[in-house]
């Protein structure tokens, strides 16, 4: 029997997948909020408010059966200088030296586990001109704590680090540094996590009661801890087990909602690390992966904003690159400002789903929600200065007549406090910032092209009629798909509909040899997760890609703004023909023959050497690949294209090729939409289905389809362009380029 696949999880424990559980499945539905003072000004009080807020979230959250241990909450708070210092000089019987760092550590329970993680601290800091001060034992109640919580929790202590002088921007650097080299020297230490280590914020949370927070961290309830910014969380699981690590804020955002597409994210996150490169972080391909692969969605997306800010980027710009509004399809935005989306979307997919987020990094309290707003966030600034935000109405209790100003953050919309200037900047302030850091418009101009719909015709001959019966025997062209697929979608631009159901067997079940698509079934949005209306609500949705090789997210140049763009991944024989001939434009196109003789090998050693062929063309500088199976023939069997696509993708990523390279499939096995979304969503960036266009051109010829044959292919796409937003909005996913590689799809009946 096979063995259980092991997986890490965010704690450094080895996990197993049991059957249907998956760790890497975390979901939850939470409560959020944050408070900060306006002119930045600590106190106690604004801790005391936060904590209030949280309490009237409970409800929010999942209770135990002990009735004590709660899904995870918690704080991040700006440092509190004053206090740490204070704690240090307890310890140390000195001052910390001008620049310092405070780490909130979760221990393993051992001793000798303790041990090694502190002796990785030890070595870790060595190289980056940074000192361990001191070792405090965090102040807890453990009597507050349910049965399930006491079973798993930590040790918990902080470490005091300090240093001599230096920037900001180094400091926050060196940090993270340390942090990811301690991590992965002690990855396997269960109950190891470091849920802050910063000189700006720090992090208070655990498996209690928001009630019981201020009791099991007895230092927040210490009137000497003040603050001018507090984000506070509840969290709800959903689907999975509460955990320590778990439970938020992380170490600069707390989530309410599901990130859809984070296995694409996590995949393409790693597939871009050899292209990132700052001068902030020279070492940084030491401590891959940068994000984590398992675990929380919201602990990767965390993770990404973390790389980006401390790697340089304007935080509003780092969360605007991750989190987009609906930009594409508005008529009346600002070219400037749609420039500045163009151009970080040919190097960054959305992290899509329902989000609402807030977020701190020690001077900036923010949130933002994704483009469909179905996380609520409200908030009210009161004549002490302080501006609450939270998921609902009334956790901050206030007096009507102190209020300021109040409001709500809406669909794509930002909200910034810069506590170090007293500014209050809303979406329109921040675009105004983005839209002029660089002349993006200028770049795209000059640089990016669109390959328009006046290429959409078919420009030569289709396969002859004895081609064609070949090759709808090899791909399982059937009276049926012509019929019932092809013709609706043909004459009327949309797939047929039917009223009885699907009354075919599952393919593992089938009697019948049936196509490797048939055995991928789509997932879709359930519990917390609501899916998304494709006709009303279009405007958040979009089926653009971009060809050629991406840049390096920390850098904004010009030359990074060459790309092709298209409206959609299905494309036009004229569409296609114009990609062929794009090395005139300074991108060069290769295509690879899928398909191999099985006389001479067989299909794993064909697929291995198409691996080897298309690393091989990247390195070369080639960076479109065009994956065709039309060479068949006597001698000569396809790999099926989903074959193809999945195991080029994934082999390019594991080279640290993918980034520099857009795959493109020419293929006769995909007709229908569920097909090609099988496709994109193992990494194809575009698809060209030859024989579908070579089966209608045979059909308007023999009168089986009635119209012009360039609207008879144009309602083909537009058909299989409308089951594609179908298939996406489902899954909740508003942009191919977050479907793409995501793999939202479950194998029945195949194994690996």
């Known amino acids: 029997m096979k063995s259980p696949e092991i997986v890490k999880s965010t704690v450094g424990t080895p996990c197993k997948v049991r059957g249907l559980y998956n760790p890497d499945e975390f979901r939850d539905n939470c409560g959020f909020g944050m408070i900060a003072h306006q002119q930045g ?62 780490g909130m550590v979760f221990l393993p329970s051992d001793p000798g586990g303790q041990e090694r993680v502190k002796a990785a601290f030890a070595a870790a800091i060595k190289e980056f001109d940074f000192a361990v001060a001191t070792w405090r034992s965090v102040p807890t109640r453990p009597d507050v704590c349910g049965e399930i919580a006491l079973e798993k929790m930590p040790v918990i202590e902080q470490v005091f680090l300090e240093a001599e002088e230096m920037s900001q921007e180094e400091i926050a650097a060196r940090l993270f540094m340390i942090r990811r080299r301690v991590e992965k020297a002690v990855a396997e230490e269960d109950g190891f996590y470091i849920c802050s280590l910063s000189d700006r914020v720090i992090s208070y949370k655990g498996l209690v009661m928001p009630s019981d927070l201020e009791h099991f961290y007895p230092d927040l ?8 910014i507090c984000v506070f969380h509840q969290r ?19 989530h309410n909602g599901e990130i859809n597409t984070i ?3 996590r995949n393409w996150s790693k597939a871009r690390t050899p292209k990132l490169s700052s001068t902030l972080l020279p070492d ?27 790697g340089g980027v304007d935080l509003p710009k780092a ?87 109040k409001g709500r953050v809406g669909p794509g919309q930002i909200l910034v406090i810069d506590t170090a200037s007293g500014e209050v900047l809303h979406t329109k302030d921040i675009d105004n910032q983005l839209k002029t850091s660089k002349p993006y418009k200028r770049w795209l101009r000059d640089n990016a092209r669109h390959i328009e719909a006046s290429y959409d015709t078919i420009v030569s001959a289709p396969l002859e009629s004895a081609q064609l019966d070949i090759y709808q025997k090899m791909f399982q062209v059937s009276l049926e798909e012509r019929d019932q697929v092809l013709k609706p979608l043909a004459e009327s631009g949309n797939e047929a509909v039917g009223s009885m159901g699907d009354d075919t067997p599952m393919a593992v079940l089938s009697s019948r040899e049936r196509s490797l698509y048939d055995y991928f079934r789509q997932k879709f949005a359930q519990v917390t997760n609501p899916p998304i209306d494709p006709l009303r609500e ?12 991406e840049g390096n997210l920390f850098e904004e140049t010009e030359r990074q703004a060459r790309r092709v763009s298209l409206t959609s991944p299905v494309l036009s024989q004229g569409k296609f023909d114009s990609i062929l001939a794009l090395n005139e434009s300074g991108l060069r196109v290769q295509t690879i023959d899928a398909t191999y003789d099985p006389d001479k090998t067989d299909l794993k050693a064909a697929l291995t050497s198409l691996c080897q062929e298309a690393a091989a063309h990247v390195t070369g500088g080639a960076n479109v690949l065009v994956l065709s199976d039309r060479g068949i023939g006597e001698s000569r069997l396809p790999i099926h294209s989903l074959l193809a696509t999945g195991a080029t993708h994934h082999h390019l990523i594991a080279n640290g090729l993918r980034a520099d390279a857009n795959l493109i499939i020419e293929t006769a096995s995909a007709r229908d939409s569920h097909q090609v979304a099988c496709l994109l969503g193992f990494g194809a960036t575009a698809i060209y289905p030859y024989l579908a266009y070579s089966v209608l051109a045979e059909q308007l010829n023999n009168g089986e389809v009635l119209g012009a044959p360039a609207a008879c292919y ?39």
């Not at 309830?221 to 001018?228: R, S, W």
């Not at 955990?243 to 600069?252: C, N």
């Not at 391909?285 to 973390?306: A, F, K, Q, R």
């Open 41 to 102: 000004e600590a106190s106690h009080k604004l801790l005391e408010t936060a904590i209030e807020s949280l309490t009237c979230m409970t409800h929010r959250g999942g209770i135990a059966a002990d009735g004590k241990t709660g899904d995870g909450c918690g704080l991040l708070l700006q440092m509190p200088s004053g206090f740490m210092r204070a704690r240090a000089r307890e310890s140390l019987g000195r001052e910390l030296a001008p620049v310092f760092a405070v």
């Open 221 to 228: 309830g210490d009137p000497e801890l003040e603050t001018a």
């Open 236 to 254: 709800f699981s959903t689907n999975t087990l509460p955990k320590w690590p778990l439970a938020q804020p992380f170490r600069m955002l707390a």
């Open 263 to 265: 296995e694409g994210n």
């Open 284 to 310: 940084l391909h030491t401590v891959t992966p940068l994000v984590n692969e398992s675990g929380s969605d919201s602990s990767s997306l965390d993770n990404m904003l973390e790389l980006l800010v401390t």
């Open 319 to 405: 969360l605007r690159m991750l989190i987009p509004p609906a930009w594409q399809n508005i008529e009346d935005i600002d070219p400037d400002l749609k420039a500045f989306y163009q151009y970080h979307a040919m190097h960054m997919e959305p992290w899509d789903g329902p989000a609402g987020i807030v977020l701190t990094d020690g001077r900036y309290a923010c949130c933002v929600l994704d483009r469909n707003g179905l996380r609520p966030a409200r908030w009210v600034t009161t004549t002490d200065g302080f501006i609450t935000l939270a998921s609902e109405v009334g956790t901050y209790h206030y007096e009507p007549e102190t209020v300021v100003a």
């Open 538 to 549: 279009a405007i958040v949705m979009s089926l653009e890609v971009d060809l050629g090789g």
């Open 714 to 752: 144009k309602n083909y796409r537009k058909g299989l362009n409308k089951g594609l937003l179908k298939i996406m909005s489902k899954m909740g996913i508003s942009a191919v380029n977050s479907y793409r590689g995501a793999q939202l799809f479950e194998a029945v009946g195949l194994d690996a």
